[in-house]
């Protein structure tokens, strides 16, 4: 109209994608990277020196892992609960987790839009992966028989939830031909790759290790004579 080109409302892609509600995020990229990145530090720091301090004979391995399951645990309920509560709205939010979500959705728009699969997902991470995560980080600390069956499940849940994350991407993008993605490289290379792909990796080494203890404490209990177990 009156000559002025049609321009989205928003910058998210796809371009012109309904966000209902949509408040543009008053922080900058590099002010909502510190923010996240000081919030994981003074996460990890504490608990790690609480750690060493109950359990000095600890290996650095398992306390890499109880670390690990408690920044998941935090993410999960913290981040990604506030994502499952407050999905339908989130494009409003100016708090410093939905000013997070909104910078993060420059490399998935769908959180900005309440997409079924991602509300389900996140809903499903938060309430289940995120309380077990705690858990399991406990029984790590404790050295709890548990530990691999916990660690086994959670890590199998956060891989499944993972794997249908990128799937369903790629799916609408080879069939629809619908991106979700802004074409800069720092948000689908930055975002949506690196940052998700620890929570392939990662899990996938914790389930080879769960496996391995499990298969190992099975053949030393077979090795022993009816009548140790019997005792």
Not at 24 to 35: C, D, G, P, R, V
Not at 82 to 93: K, R, T, V
């Amino acid at each position: 109209m009156n000559g002025i080109p049609n321009t989205p409302l928003h910058p998210y892609y796809p371009l012109g994608v309904a966000i209902p509600g949509y408040v543009a995020k008053t922080l900058t990229t590099q002010e909502i990277l510190a923010i996240f990145t000081a919030t994981c530090l003074g996460i990890l720091i504490p608990t790690w020196l609480y750690i060493r301090h109950i359990r000095r004979d600890l290996p650095s391995s398992e306390v890499l892992t109880a670390l690990w399951f408690v920044l998941c645990g935090f993410i999960h309920l913290g981040l990604e609960g506030y994502f499952a509560f407050n999905a339908h709205d989130i494009a409003s939010h100016s708090t410093i987790l939905g000013e997070l979500w909104k910078e993060y959705s420059f490399s998935d728009s769908r959180y900005l839009t309440a997409d079924s699969f991602v509300v389900c997902m996140e809903t499903i991470t938060a309430v289940f992966w995120g309380p077990l995560s705690f858990l399991c980080a406990s029984c790590i600390v404790a050295d709890h028989p548990l530990r691999h069956p916990l660690q086994s499940i959670i890590s199998l849940g956060q891989l499944y939830g993972d794997v249908l994350y990128y799937a369903t991407c790629a799916f609408d993008a080879a069939h629809l031909g619908i991106e979700y993605s802004r074409p800069e490289p720092a948000y689908f290379w930055g975002y949506y790759i690196f940052l998700n792909a620890f929570w392939i990796v990662i899990p996938l080494c914790l389930i080879t290790r769960s496996t391995r203890e499990t298969g190992r404490a099975f053949t030393a209990l077979k090795e022993l004579s009816p009548s140790k177990i019997a005792k």
